[in-house]
C-alpha cells in the first residue's frame, strides 16, 4: 500500500468574502462554509472563529480537533463523512500548522481548554496551531446519542471542506508512506494502539462504526493516518485521543519514518479497553498472539484513558514479555500535586521500559484572558476569561499519552 | 552575620564512643558540643554552624521502643531550638539506619526544620525513609567517611541557606519520590521509538517511571458474628442526588457527599442519580441499587443476615481521582465509622 | 479509601471490576464484580438471572468480611 500526502503550510487563516488557498494563506468564506457544513443538520447552530498562537484567547469546552484532509481518489473520513471504502493508498492532501478544534456543551461531555498564551499555552499542541473553533451551540432538545453523530458531523465536514481549499494548488512537500521492503536484518516492532471504546461519549470509530464490541485486530498503519479512526471521546482533557493525533499518530509517523533504517515498522494492532477483567484479559492474549504470528521482536504499547486502562497496558506487557517479545509503553500519571502519591493505578514488574508524559495533576497558574471560545465558565464554576489555578490535566491534550508533545518527568 | 546555625547531632552507642553492643540498650541522653564524627561534621559545616549537641542513643532501646524514644529525644532538645538536625551516618547499619530515619523524620517535622542523615543504598533505613529527610548516599562503612559526611554537610547547607541543588546535589541523596513535570528536547514517541530500540538491542536504557510499590495495608480482623454486624455502604461509584444539587463532579472529585439512607429500602432512581465520567451512567440512573446494593442489604437486614446498615451512605466519584483526595475522603470517613460503631464496610467501586 | 478504611481496623469489601488495580494499591478484601457500569447486577439478563447475580457478588462481599486473612484475597 502507498499513500502519497500532500502538506500544505498554512501559516495564517482568516475571514474573507471567498474560500482560497495561496502563499501559506488560508482564506475562508465563513458564511458559505457554516452553510456547507450545517447543510441537512438540524438542531445545532454554529459559530467560526479563528484563534492564533499568541491571541490572549482562551478556547474553553473543547470536544475534539481534527486536522483539515481530503482524499484525492477516495474517501475522506470514510464511513463518517464519505462512503466507507478502505484507505491508505493513493493521493490525500492536508493542511499543516492548522487545526479544527471544536468545542460544544451537553451533560456528559467533560472540560478541556487550550490558551492561546500565557503559562497553560505552554501544555497543549494547539497553543501552536491556527484554529479554526468551530463553536456548537444545541438549540433543540436532543439525544445524547444524535449529538455524539451531529458532533462527528460538523467537525469532519469542517475538516474537509476546508482542506478543499488547496486542492490544485502545488503541496509544500509530499511524504509516502510505504513500507520498506528492504528490512534485512533489522529487528521487527509492532504497534499496540489500545482506544478507549466504552459507549457514549467515550468512543472511537473505525471506518464510521463505532469499535465497543469488536475484537482485537490487525490494520495497515496508513489506514489510521488516512482517516479511518476517529475519535468520539468527550472525556477527561488530558486523556482523550483526539481524531487530529490518531491522523497524525506521533507513534505510527516516527516507526514509519525509521522503516527500512533501524528497524522494521510491521504494523498496527487495535485494541478497546473492555470494562470486564475477563475480557482485558483474553484480548491481551489475542494480541500477543498476533505479535507472535507477525514474528515481531519488539512491541511499543499507547493506552487512552487512565484507570482501568492500565490494566490492560499491564496485561498485555506480561503476555508479551511472557513470549520473550520485547515492549515499550507510553503512558501518563496522576502522582497528585507534588507528584509523590503512586502515578498509576496498575503495575506489573514486566513493565520495565516506560515512557511518562507528564503529572496532570500539576498544579498550574493559567494567565487571565480577553476573548473567550467555547464557554464562559470553566467546570461550571471558574469564570474563563480570569487567571486561575488549576492542575495541567484540564489542558486539552497536555499529557497525551501517543506522545505528542515534549513532557516528561523528572523525580528527586 | 550574627548568631550560628544551631545544630543538632543524633549518634548510636557505638558512634558516641560509649560502648558497642553491651550499650545498645542506652536511653537517649544529651551531651553539649560534638562528639566523635560531629568533630569531622562541625568542621565540614564551616563556622557558621555550631553542632551545640549530641544526643546519643543506644540502637536496641530506639528499635523497641519507638515511640517513647522518639518523645524522650524530643524532650531533650526542645529547649534548645535547634535549626537543623544531622543523624549519622549510618553506613550499612540495619539498626541504626532507621533510628536516624525515624528520628530525622520526626524532628523534621515537629520542629519544622531541614533533617539530613546518611546510609548505604541497603540500609532499610533509607528505603523507610527517603521520602522523609533527606538521606545521603554513603559507602558502605566508615572507610571513606570524610567524603561521606563531607556530602551531608554541603545538602544541609544548602537546605539551611535556601540554595539550589545542582544536579550533583541531586545525585547524591536518595529521590524523596517528588516527580515534576518539565519539558524535554524530544516528544514522548520519539522516545518510545528510541528506547524501543535501545531495549532490543539490549543496550542500556532508562526507564521514566519505576513500577510502583504500593503500601500493603495489614488486614483488619473478620467480623465474627455478620448477624449482629453493623455494615456501612461506601461508594466511589458517583452517586448523587437527582439533578446533581451537590455538583459532584464527574471526574477528579474533591468532595464526598453523605446521604441519610436510614429510612430507605432501596436508592431510588426518583431521588438518586449518578454522575462518574469513567463510565456509561445509564444503567445506574436507571436503578442505581446496582452500583449501591441497598435493596438486596436491606432484604439480608431483614431476614437477619447482618445486624444493621449504617444510616449514613458515603459516595464519590472515583473517576481520575487525585490519590492524595481519595486518601483524605478515605481517613475522614473512616473516624466517622469508628466513632459510629460500625463493624465492617462494602465498598463498591466502579 | 478502602485501605484508609481497613487501617483504622474495620474490614472493607471491595466490589470492583479491575481486581488488578485493587490488588496493585493494596486492598485486602477484594470481590470481582460483574462489570464497570454494574457492578452490583446486569440488566441486560432477565430478571431471575440478574437477582442470583447480584446476590452472589453481595454474599461474597459478606464472606469476605467474615473470613480472617493475613494477606489480600479475591473473591
Redesign the interface.
Known sequence: MKLQMKNYKVDDVQFSSETLYSDGVLSLDKDALIKEVMAGVEGIEIKLSIAKPGDKTRITHVMDSAKPVYKLNGPTFPGLVDASEKVGEGETLTLDGIAVVQTGSYP?V?EGIIDMHGEGS?YSYFSNTVNLVVEMNVIDEMSSETFAKLSKEIVLKTAKLVALAACDQEPTSVQTFEKNQNVDGL?K?GYVCYMES???F?NVYLYGKDTTDIRPKVVHPNEIIDGALVSGNF??AA?KNPTYFHQTN??I???CK?DGK??SFEGVILSTER?VLEIKESYAKEIALFAQEMNL??V?ISKEG???ADADLMLCVKELQERGI?T?I??N????????????VS???E????????????LITFDSVETVLGGEMI??SIDAKTSFES???LVYCSTN???????????? | MGAKVKVIHYLNQFFSQIGGEEQAFTKPFIREGAIGPGLLLGQLLGEDYEIISTVVCGDNYMADNTEQAVQEVFDLIADLKPDLFIAGPAFNAGRYGPACGVLSKAVGEKFGIPAVSGMYEENPGAEMYR?HAYIIKTNDSARHMRKDVAKMANIARKLVENIEFSDED?ASYF???????????????????D???Q???KKP?V??????K???????????E?KN?K?AL?T??GVCSLGNPE?L????ADKYIEFDISEMDRLSNERFQVNH????????N??P?????LD??RA?EKEG??GSIHGTLYS?S???T???N??R???E???K??NDG????????? | ?????????????????ITPI?E???A??IVR?VA??????N?TVAQEDERAI??D??QK??SA????????ITL
Open positions: 456528559g467533560m505552554k529487528k516492532v466504552l459507549g457514549l467515550r472525556e477527561i486523556h506521533p507513534i509517523t516516527e516507526l525509521r533501524e528497524l470494562g521482536d519488539g511499543i487512565g484507570g482501568h520485547d515499550v507510553t503512558l500519571e496522576i502522582g497528585g500535586p507534588n507528584g509523590d502519591l503512586p502515578p498509576i503495575a506489573t514488574p513493565a520495565d521500559a516506560v515512557i511518562s508524559n507528564g503529572n496532570n495533576d500539576e467546570n461550571g492542575s495541567v490535566g499519552q501517543l506522545g505528542v508533545n515534549t513532557m516528561a518527568i523528572k523525580e528527586y | 521520602k541531586m529521590k524523596q519520590g517528588y516527580r515534576k513535570n518539565l519539558f524535554v528536547e524530544k516528544p514522548g514517541a520519539v522516545r518510545a521509538v528506547m524501543m530500540l531495549k532490543m538491542e536504557f526507564t521514566e517511571l519505576e513500577m510502583p504500593f503500601e500493603d495495608v495489614m488486614p483488619s480482623d473478620a467480623i465474627k455478620m454486624a455494615i461506601v466511589e461509584g455538583g463532579v464527574a471526574s477528579r465520567g469513567g463510565y456509561n451512567n445509564t444503567h445506574a436507571n436503578n441499587n446496582l452500583i449501591v446494593p438486596l442489604m439480608y443476615k447482618i464519590t472515583g473517576n481520575g487525585s490519590l492524595a481519595s486518601t475522603f478515605g481517613e470517613i473512616a473516624q465509622l469508628l460500625v463493624d465492617g464496610v462494602v465498598l463498591t467501586a466502579t | 479509601m478502602a485501605k484508609e478504611i481497613d487501617k483504622v481496623g474495620i474490614p472493607v469489601s471491595i466490589i470492583c471490576t485493587a496493585t494499591v493494596g485486602n478484601r464484580a464497570v457500569p454494574y457492578p452490583v447486577g440488566p447480584r446476590n457478588v453481595l462481599s459478606l468480611l467474615e473470613t480472617q486473612i493475613t494477606q489480600s
